[in-house]
């Protein structure tokens, strides 16, 4: 079955730069969602297709995907940005759709 | 606008099977090229998908889960239900049902707002 695989957490300051990957074989070639979610909240679709952004999801997030490896990106982090963040794909070859372990994003 | 709302038992015992019920709005499961999906989160865990459902009655299971899994719909109430079998204390967890459409790659673009279950004696 495939595999996502995320870094557990990801620390950055108020105003910085965050990027949080999501590794698979040839992900590249797979179009990747990611969802953030706060606590006790369900989650949120911020990126899909890569880096298209959902209507009220602001421009500081976007998203690539080449080779092994997926990418979110979040200019400006702020505070209200602190969440874990889920990558997603699916899996072609059962139709069946996978997410990644997850990272928590902590804004210091 | 679409909404979608968990609902079901908050406790139920090991052995006991697990219905959960999928009532949703602003789009029918009698459209072509939709879909909804149910997926859980243990507590402190990952999410985990575990079953889905086409419009067209197709169906996909998770393979670790398959033999404990089925998933239905009713498309007269707008319904999607889940039952688990033989439930365990891992089985604890939020179960979320989503919608997405049958679209290359589509993403899980709207949950509900998921229902805690607890699987103790």
């Known amino acids: 079955s495939y595999v996502l695989t995320q870094a557990p957490s990801v620390s950055v300051a108020p105003g910085k730069t965050a990027r949080i990957t999501c590794g698979g074989n040839n992900i590249g070639s797979k179009s990747v969602h990611w969802y953030h979610q706060k606590p006790g909240q369900a989650p949120v679709l911020v990126i899909y297709y890569d880096s298209d952004r959902p209507s009220g999801i602001p421009e500081r997030f976007s998203g690539s995907n080449s080779g092994n490896t997926a990418t979110l990106t979040i200019n400006r982090v702020e505070a209200g940005d602190e969440a874990d963040y889920y990558c997603?794909?699916?899996?072609?070859?059962?139709?069946?759709?996978?997410f990644g372990g997850g990272t928590k994003l902590t804004v210091l | 606008q679409i909404t979608l709302k968990e609902s079901g038992p908050t406790l139920v015992k090991p052995t006991q099977t697990l219905t959960l019920t999928c009532t949703f709005s602003g789009f029918s499961l009698s459209t072509s090229a939709v879909g909804v999906g149910w997926i859980r989160q243990p507590p402190g865990k990952a999410l985990e998908w575990l079953a889905l459902i086409y419009w067209d009655d197709d169906k996909r299971y998770s393979p670790s889960l398959q033999s404990r899994l089925s998933i239905t719909k009713d498309t007269s109430k707008n319904q999607v239900v889940l039952t688990m079998t033989n439930m365990d204390p891992v089985d604890t967890a939020t179960y979320y049902c989503?919608?997405?459409?049958?679209?290359?790659?589509?993403?899980?673009?709207?949950w509900g707002q998921g229902a805690l279950v607890t699987v103790s004696s």
């Open positions: 997603q794909v699916w899996n072609s070859g059962s139709d069946h759709p996978v």
């Open positions: 989503a919608h997405f459409l049958d679209s290359s790659g589509y993403p899980f673009d709207y």
